[in-house]
Nanobody
Framework: QVQLVESGGGLVQPGGSLRLSCAVS????????MGWYRQAPGKEREWVAT???????DYANSVKGRFAISSDNARNTVILQMNSLKPEDTAVYYC????????????WGQGTQVTVSS
């Protein structure tokens, strides 16, 4: 059984940085896509960034140039480095693993709170 555990959230001032980690336990075989999503109070969950098993990355326009997603395959960890944080980045951040099988299989972490405030 695959489990995802996020860590690294907290309170940071505008312009600051945070580094989120997603530890993946269990066996992952074949093609997969790892992603970060976020959900602010009263809003729907939105996509932030993804990285494939081959290292291809993609970002939402709202975070492009400020956030960077990477993976440490040896440690089964996905990192989201967040720089130049803004108050509108405040949200619960979730890690997701997608196996593009038929049907697709998705795993979610429990989320970690990020608050950007002075």
């Amino acid at each position: 059984q695959v489990q995802l555990v996020e860590s690294g959230g907290g309170l940071v001032q505008p312009g600051g940085s945070l580094r989120l980690s997603c530890a993946v336990s269990g066996s992952i075989v074949g093609i997969y896509v790892m992603g970060w999503y976020r959900q602010a109070p009263g809003k729907e969950r939105e996509w932030v960034a993804t990285i494939t098993d081959t290292g291809i990355t993609d970002y939402a326009n709202s975070v492009k140039g400020r956030f960077a997603i990477s993976s440490d395959n040896a440690r089964n960890t996905v990192i989201l480095q967040m720089n130049s944080l803004k108050p509108e980045d405040t949200a619960v951040y979730y890690c997701r693993l997608l196996k593009p099988t038929r049907p697709p299989v998705t795993y979610w972490g429990q989320g970690t709170q990020v608050t950007v405030s002075s």
